[in-house]
Structure formats: C-alpha cells, structure tokens
C-alpha cells in the first residue's frame, strides 16, 4: 500500500523567506503522481501543485515548486517569498491507481505552517 | 465553469439522529466523485468514490452510507449518528489524472 510521511507537524517562517515543506512517500509503483493541497482555517482543501513521476523538471507554480527527488523518494513543497496569507496546513498526498482503474488520494497528516510579520 | 458545491456548511446532531449531505458539481458530466472525512487535526480518509449514477464503492466500513441519484449529485447519509461520526466532510471531484478539486466542506458536530 502507499503511504505519505510528513514528518514536520508545525513549522515557522518569517514573511519573506522561502521555506521547504518535507513530504516523502512510499509506492511499488512505476507510475504515480503527487500533489499539494493548502487547507486554510475555513478547511477549503486549495489545489496547490502537481508532480508526475515521469515528469523530467520540478513542477512550479507561482511562488510554489515542488522539489522532487525521485531516487530519495521525496516530494518537498517550497515556497518562495511567504506572505502572511500562507499560514494554514498543508497536505501531501499521492495518487493510487487500483486494478480496476479508478484512482484515489492518499494523504499525508499535513504541516501546519505559520508565517510571522 | 467548473464548481462543486456542499450543503450544508456546518451541522450540529444530536447522537443518534439522521444525516444527509450533500454534494453538487456544476460544468462536468459524469465526474468521478469522492467522499472524505476529516477528524480534527489530522489529514484525510476516503470514506466513498462513484464513478457513475448508483455506482458506490466504500473504502471502510463504517456508520455511513453514500447514494448517487443524479449523474452530479453525490450524498452521503447515516441513519444514526455515533459520536465518531463528528469531523469536517468533503466531497471531491477528479477532474482529471492530475486534477482533484474539492468542495467547501460541511463541518458536522455530534453531541
């Protein structure tokens, strides 16, 4: 079965600065894709970034990448410049692919991130 | 445009009560849809998946039930509420491979 570890229950950043988000995971699987979500106080799950297993270059977005170390097994979320309104969890998460084809996430149990002025 | 829709957005049950959830989305057709609960302070449990109208597939047994009446309408139900039941719910929707959107989410309390 896969599984998703992120070990980082809480981390602190001063606005501005970049921080990296840990998440690492394990599949017997050649094909697989890891995702980010950010889920604020009102509990929204905010699609962040996606990462293919075959995909050759790092997924950006924005002020987010995605720091993809396939041989370590590890997806980390960095974000660049924090602001403020990045405080909240966020969650990594891999999708699993069954027999029949149908596909489903597998979570992470998140890192809460505080931004400081 | 593509959305999803969740109502109510917060409950307060008593043990033993009904419930009904639900969930809408707008601008698909025949999207695969997933139920997830989310107990307080941890990540993320798939509860159920449908893949079409009246298909349901649950991940664990459990208190709850889910029906697919309409092609995007997707609920979830329990015929008595437990205490275990209490958790913030959410519908999701893949939109594709590397889509998955989710809805607003229905906080439920259990008293």
């Known amino acids: 079965a896969q599984k998703i570890t992120q070990t980082q229950p809480g981390m602190f950043v001063q606005e501005k600065e970049a921080v990296t988000l840990d998440c690492t995971y394990d599949t017997s699987d050649q094909s697989y894709g890891l995702f980010w979500y950010k889920q604020p106080s009102s509990g929204e799950m905010i699609f962040l970034i996606y990462q293919g297993s075959y995909d050759e270059q790092n997924a950006t977005e924005g002020r987010y990448s995605l720091n993809f170390q396939k041989a370590r097994k590890s997806a980390n979320l960095v974000i660049s410049a924090s602001q403020l309104g990045d405080s909240a969890m966020y969650f990594c998460a891999m999708r699993e692919r069954r027999n029949t084809g149908f596909q489903k996430l597998v979570f992470g149990t998140g890192t809460r991130l505080l931004v400081s002025p | 445009s593509q959305t999803i829709h969740q109502w109510p957005a917060t409950l307060v049950q008593p043990v033993g009560s009904p419930l009904s959830l639900e969930c809408t989305v707008e601008g698909t057709s025949n999207p695969n849809l997933y139920w997830y609960r989310q107990a307080a302070g941890r990540g993320l449990q798939l509860l159920f998946y449908s893949v079409g109208i009246g298909q349901i597939s649950s991940e664990v047994p459990q208190n709850l039930s889910a029906s697919r009446p309409q092609d995007r309408q997707f609920i979830l139900s329990s015929k008595k509420l437990l205490l275990s039941d209490s958790g913030f719910y959410l519908c999701?929707?893949?939109?594709?491979?590397?889509?998955?959107?989710f809805g607003p989410g229905t906080r439920l309390t259990v008293l």
């Open positions: 999701a929707w893949r939109v594709s491979y590397n889509e998955q959107f």
